[in-house]
Each structure stands twice: as structure tokens, then as C-alpha cells.
């Protein structure tokens, strides 16, 4: 079989007994820090103006649940709202080797999907496994070449969404070779928009999970798609790639869990912040160091973040501030953290723009061969006194070898939910728990009665 079809008989194919424990464990805990990641959209503009659309375009009630608004509609609704929701904080998670963040793309299709069938806690997770293993295989097979341009999470994600759509509508391998092929040829999302502070991100996500689960409902009905989408002479690779890897595709599918190898994210911004922000904290930490103390920062990263943050030099909004690497060294420096709330207070203070002015990032050739596999931070500081500190670090928090205890990601949910006003205390400790027995429940219901 061609790679797309091997591909589509796995997700169609998978099953919740198929899954090794720690799999199981695993989606529940990305299921659960994506929920907060969700929760803190609320109120966001851009989320406010897709949830305006969604009310003017869809049906008053329906089976599916939009969490910031606690409404119900169709699926393909509360897919798009939840999906751009959750790519707003800049909390949700990301796998480092395809540089693509599954869960804004695989969990709102499904959780819209699994509420309006009936679906099973059981069915629910399979259907995300299935997701997040295709969507990321994609985003490995498109390579560096493709991300460079295209924002992978809404182009290998629309793939992804289909793949955990097409699970839970129980499509035959046949059937989710063709919501694949017309996933594919919907692909969309480029970097162009960061350059203006434009709100295309949450519109990259949203359109992601609403044109995924359109494909597979579509296959559902015999709606034909590209049976080679991926990896055809017109398809994906041709039209998005110059270094392309058709074996990624199908590398050890069903004994390499992917899903396993996504990282949560610790600070609020961009990953490729992350590992120089927590190489900063590193060196702050060892030395003692104030912000003061410090003359200027270079942040020793690879080409995709160079790539990614270097066209942001004065951010105009807090969520470019968000792609600055400046920013957020800047905040860590002064504010002692990055999180959503230094964010939306201190993004714009005198002495953080006046900081931002210190850092420098730099091509380093280590962590370049390295990424995207590992994302290394490495900084250089100097000093008023004239002394460079070096600091690095190998696995940045969050990492599958760093990861987040469930108590961190439970504060850091109860955090965001906060942040928003999405949800109270108790209400969101329950909400968290079910969360996290998933594989326990019967079928999956809405999360806001």
C-alpha cells in the first residue's frame, strides 16, 4: 500500500486495547492541559469574532459543547471555536519533531464528535491517539523546508483532525483514505500574518478542525478525496516541501506512540522561546543575578526560530509579544516568569521594551544540527562587570524527559481558567478529574452542565 493508505487503514483500524497503558495515561493528560489551554481563549478578540461567526452561521443548539460560552451546536462549530480558543494562550502542547501543537487540532473535532454520538471515553482516546499519530508523521514527513513558510499546525493538523473525526464516525480504511485526501488539499496556514500581528493563528486552528471533520463526515457519505495526498506528484509534498521523507510516514507505526514524545508547554509563548528563556532562569538562578546586573543576552538557538521570532522586533500586540524572544527573556529577567498573566499586564512595560533591547539571537550550529528532534537552550550573558556567564539546557521544561507532574498540570489548568474567568475553582477540579478517567467513562458528555 502507498504510504497515505497505510496511513488511513491505522487510524481507521486502531483500538483503545491496542494502546499501552502509559499511552492511555498520557492522552488523558494532554486532554486534561488542553482543556485549560481552551478555557484561557475566552475573552481573547480574535476567539470573541469566531465565536460571533459560529453563533451568525450555526444552529442555537445542538449536541456539541463551545467551553468558553458553555453553548451548544453542531460539532463542526464547536470544533472551530474550541480549536481557536485553544491555540490563543499559547499554553497548548507541541511535539518537538514535527514542530506541530496536535492537541488544538485533535481535541476539539473529537470531544465535538464524541459528545454528539455518544461516543465512549474509550473510543474517545483511540480517536485522539489515531489523531495526534497521524497529524504528527505528517508534520515529520513535510520536514524544516515546509515550516519555514507553513504553519504546520494548520496544515498537517487539518490531516489530523480528519484522522480523529474519521475514528469516532467509524470509517472503514477506505473511507479515511479519502477524508485524508480531502483534508490535504484544504491545508492551509503561513507565517506571513506574525509579521503583522494578524489573528490568522487561531483562524489556522479553527479552520484545521472544522475542515478535518467536514472530510471525514464527507467520506462518510461517499465524498471521494486524493487517495495519494501525501505523497502524489501533485500532493502535499509536491506543492509544501523540498525535503520531504515519505518513510517518516509509516515509521514504526503502532509500536512508536508519537503522542508520547509531545512536550507541554511551561512558558506562555512561542516554544522556540522556551529553551533559551529556561537556560536564562538557569544562569539567573546559579549566579544569583539581577536584571540589573546584566548587559546583554544572546540567545544561541536554531534556524527555525530564527526563522519563526526574527521578524517580530517590536510586537504590537500581546500575542506577537509572544514571538519575541526579547519579550519573554525580558520577563523572565524582570518579572520572574512568562506566564499568561506577565503576559497580559507587563508586555508592554517601559523597562521590559527597554530590556528586549538587550538580546541578541544568534545561529548556533549545535543546536541547529539537533533541532527538531531536541531543542536545546543555550545563552551567553554579559555583565555590567564585564564577565560572560554560559548557561544550557538539554531538555526544556515540559519535555517528555522534563515533563509535567499531573499536580503541575492541574495548577497550571486551574491557572488558565482563572486567568479567563472561564471557570471556577471547584468547578474545573471536577472537571479536571474526569479528565483524567476518561478510560472510565461511558460515554463522553458535556464538561458544562
Known amino acids: 500500500m502507498s504510504q497515505t493508505a497505510t ?175 480531502s483534508a490535504g488539499t484544504q491545508a492551509a496556514g503561513l507565517w506571513e500574518f506574525l509579521r503583522d500581528a494578524a489573528d490568522s493563528k487561531q483562524l489556522h486552528t479553527a479552520h484545521a478542525a472544522a475542515a478535518g471533520l467536514a472530510a471525514a463526515w464527507l467520506a462518510q457519505e461517499g465524498f471521494t478525496g486524493a487517495r495519494h495526498i501525501l505523497e502524489g506528484p501533485q500532493g502535499l509534498a509536491a506543492g509544501m516541501s523540498s525535503d520531504a521523507d515519505p518513510s517518516k510516514l509509516v515509521d514504526r507505526l503502532g509500536t512508536r506512540w508519537a503522542l508520547a514524545e509531545t512536550s507541554f508547554k511551561f512558558h506562555a509563548s512561542c516554544r522556540h522561546t522556551h529553551p533559551a528563556a529556561d537556560a536564562l532562569q538557569l544562569v539567573m538562578r546559579e549566579h544569583r543575578l539581577a536584571a540589573g546586573d546584566v548587559e546583554q543576552v544572546t540567545a544561541q538557538v536554531h534556524q527555525g526560530a530564527i526563522d519563526v521570532l526574527g521578524p517580530v522586533v517590536d510586537p504590537q500586540s500581546v500575542h506577537q509579544a509572544k514571538f519575541s524572544m526579547g519579550t519573554v527573556l525580558a520577563l523572565v529577567a524582570l518579572r520572574g516568569a512568562a506566564g499568561v498573566g506577565e503576559f497580559e499586564v507587563h508586555w508592554r512595560d517601559a523597562d521590559i521594551a527597554a530590556w528586549r533591547g538587550r538580546v541578541a539571537m544568534v545561529l548556533d550550529d549545535e543546536v541547529d544540527r539537533a533541532y527538531p528532534a531536541r531543542w536545546i537552550g543555550k545563552v551567553s550573558v554579559r555583565m555590567n562587570d564585564g564577565r560572560v556567564l554560559h548557561a544550557r539546557v538539554d531538555e526544556p521544561k515540559g519535555d517528555p524527559g522534563n515533563t509535567l507532574t499531573r499536580d503541575e498540570i492541574s495548577a497550571k489548568v486551574l491557572r488558565l481558567a482563572r486567568f479567563s474567568g472561564a471557570a471556577g475553582e471547584a468547578e474545573m477540579k471536577a472537571v479536571v478529574d474526569t479528565g483524567w478517567r476518561l478510560h472510565d467513562i461511558a460515554t463522553v458528555r458535556f464538561f458544562f452542565e
Not at 476567539?47 to 453553548?71: K, T, Y
Open 7 to 181: 496511513l488511513a487503514a491505522f487510524a481507521a483500524g486502531l483500538r483503545f486495547d491496542d494502546l499501552p497503558p502509559p499511552v492511555v495515561a498520557r492522552t488523558e493528560d494532554l486532554f486534561v492541559d488542553w482543556l485549560g489551554s481552551a478555557l484561557a481563549g475566552k475573552g481573547a478578540r480574535p476567539v470573541q469574532a469566531i465565536e460571533r461567526f459560529a453563533i451568525a452561521m450555526g444552529p442555537g443548539d445542538g449536541g456539541a459543547e463551545v467551553l468558553i460560552s458553555r453553548r451548544r451546536t453542531s460539532p463542526y462549530f464547536a470544533a472551530m471555536v474550541n480549536a481557536a480558543a485553544s491555540h490563543f494562550a499559547e499554553q497548548d502542547d507541541v511535539h518537538n519533531g514535527s514542530v506541530f501543537h496536535p492537541a488544538a487540532v485533535v481535541f476539539p473535532p473529537a470531544l465535538a464528535l464524541a459528545q454528539s454520538l455518544g461516543r465512549s471515553g474509550q473510543e474517545f482516546i483511540a480517536a485522539c491517539v489515531a489523531g495526534y499519530e497521524v497529524g504528527i508523521r505528517v508534520g515529520e514527513f513535510l520536514g524544516r523546508s515546509h515550516y519555514k513558510i507553513f504553519h504546520t499546525t494548520g496544515t498537517a493538523g487539518t490531516l489530523a483532525a480528519a484522522a480523529a473525526a474519521g475514528h469516532l464516525l467509524r470509517l472503514t480504511p477506505d473511507q479515511m483514505q479519502h477524508a485524508l485526501g
